[in-house]
């Protein structure tokens, strides 16, 4: 139980445009599910949490303009990169949680891998 | 200073040692530890989930949890070429965010 799927799992754009990345709650509902961008060789970096029917809450220092997360419902939430940059290029991860449950733990996607030429 | 500091290793042991991971934290505020694994490539999995301070074991796993000096370990005993991955702690800031180290590289030689 418990999986979080991803999708896409890679993805290339060319610079200026934008990429949605999805990421689902296969077996369980997720009342909140969380964004977060990895680089290489680097540990997990927090970008926004989303409650389902809400704004998501970013980090200091995330561009909420540039990073458009959208969580319309309990399995699905999608995180949209526009105009997309080089710098942008990274490995970004959603996992998931049913905060009904009372338990602490996210569940992790498999992550999605944006390069942007 | 980061809130959680971890050594990024790479780490390379032979196969059957006894392995160590550790990671300190400056934040008091963090009150669940928990350990997850990332294999190349893929999302964390949680291996141990720990609150109070003491020991926790599941088989070949042991998290270790010292609140006074803001520090925890992992132990791995006979550990296998199968446990090579990246290891990351994470500490849980509030009631929702996580707060991740950098993770220490760890391959187990057959």
């Known amino acids: 139980g418990a999986v979080v799927s991803q999708h896409p799992s890679w993805v290339i754009c060319k610079s200026g445009t934008s990429v949605k990345i999805e990421c689902r709650s296969l077996?369980?509902?997720?009342?909140?599910m969380f964004w977060y961008r990895q680089f290489p060789k680097q540990s997990l970096m927090l970008m926004a949490t989303?409650?389902?029917?809400?704004?998501?809450?970013?980090e200091q220092g995330v561009e909420k303009d540039k990073f458009l997360i959208n969580h319309a419902s309990l399995t699905l939430s999608t995180l949209t990169v526009t105009s997309a940059h080089p710098e942008d290029s990274s490995f970004y991860i959603c996992?998931?949680?049913?905060?009904?449950?009372?338990?602490?733990?996210?569940?992790f996607g498999p992550g999605t891998r944006l390069t942007v030429t | 200073q980061k809130e959680v500091e971890q050594d990024p290793g790479p780490l390379s042991v032979p196969e059957g040692a006894i392995v160590s991971l550790n990671c300190t934290y400056s934040n008091s505020a963090f009150q669940y530890f928990m350990w997850y694994r990332q294999y190349s490539r893929k999302g964390p999995e949680l291996l141990m989930y720990t609150y109070s301070s003491g020991n926790k074991e599941d088989g070949r796993f042991t998290a270790q949890v010292d609140k006074s000096s803001k520090y925890i370990s992992l132990f791995i005993r006979d550990s296998q070429p199968s446990d090579s991955a990246t290891y990351l702690c994470?500490?849980?800031?509030?009631?929702?965010?996580?707060?991740f180290g950098q993770g220490t590289r760890l391959t187990i030689n057959p």
């Open positions: 077996d369980f509902q997720a009342t909140t």
């Open positions: 996992s998931a949680r049913d905060l009904r449950t009372g338990s602490y733990e996210q569940y």
């Open positions: 994470a500490m849980l800031e509030g009631a929702q965010k996580l707060v």
């Open positions: 989303s409650n389902e029917g809400s704004k998501a809450t970013y």
